[in-house]
């Protein structure tokens, strides 16, 4: 039942395409689009955390690399779902661009894994209420270009997101735990030398 829903969904949002929208999904769903506002918000982090960039910059490394990995090893290749533009029952029904249909599994995005990631990470740092409307809306539109592609159902996109959601949360977690241990050290050893002295 949910199998077939999804597979209409896809197939309803799929085929509201036109050759204008064909040219922006695909630069929107690229690799490298989307480059400078990673540099932005990393520039931002910079400045306004200072002394704690380089170990936010060890978690977000630490972030992707998990949310990366967990979506391709733990899902896709553990559930092997195939996309929808790989699907011998939706042949000839998918919309592509540019022929483009990427690996044999779908489930879940990666993309939207990602950039679910990045979005509420970084607004969990940057806690704006502009900024988080801006990167949660981002984080959407690139998960909708990958159903407009034709390369993930939309229940590879939600369960995805989820899942971006989820570790970015958890990071920061792990991120504000380490911080929290390492400004009681350096009280810890502050206090030393005073305790010493009575």
Not at 70 to 88: G, I, W
Not at 111 to 123: D, E, G, I, P, R
Not at 153 to 165: F, M
Request: positive net charge.
């Amino acid at each position: 039942m949910l199998v077939h829903l999804d597979q209409q969904l896809l197939l309803y949002l799929n085929s509201l395409n036109s050759p204008f929208w064909d040219q922006v999904m695909y630069i929107i769903s690229g690799k490298f689009t989307w480059i400078p506002l990673y540099i932005a918000i990393l520039i931002y982090l910079g400045k306004t955390y200072k002394r704690k960039f380089p170990v936010i910059v060890l978690f977000i490394i630490l972030g992707i690399t998990l949310a990366d990995q967990t979506s391709v090893n733990l899902f896709k290749n553990t559930f092997q779902r195939l996309r929808p533009c790989h699907e011998p029952a939706l042949e000839g029904l998918v919309h592509l661009v540019k022929g483009q249909c990427g690996g044999l599994y779908g489930f879940v995005s990666s993309h939207a894994t990602n950039s679910f990631f990045v979005a509420v990470f970084s607004l969990l740092f940057i806690r704006r209420r502009w900024y988080t409307v801006s990167l949660i809306m981002w984080a959407l539109i690139v998960g909708y270009s990958r159903i407009y592609l034709g390369v993930h159902y939309p229940g590879d996109v939600l369960c995805g997101s989820l899942l971006g959601a989820f570790i970015g949360w958890l990071v920061y977690k792990l991120y504000s735990l380490t911080d929290k241990q390492i400004l009681e050290k350096r009280e810890y050893f502050n206090e030393l030398p005073h305790a010493s002295g009575q």
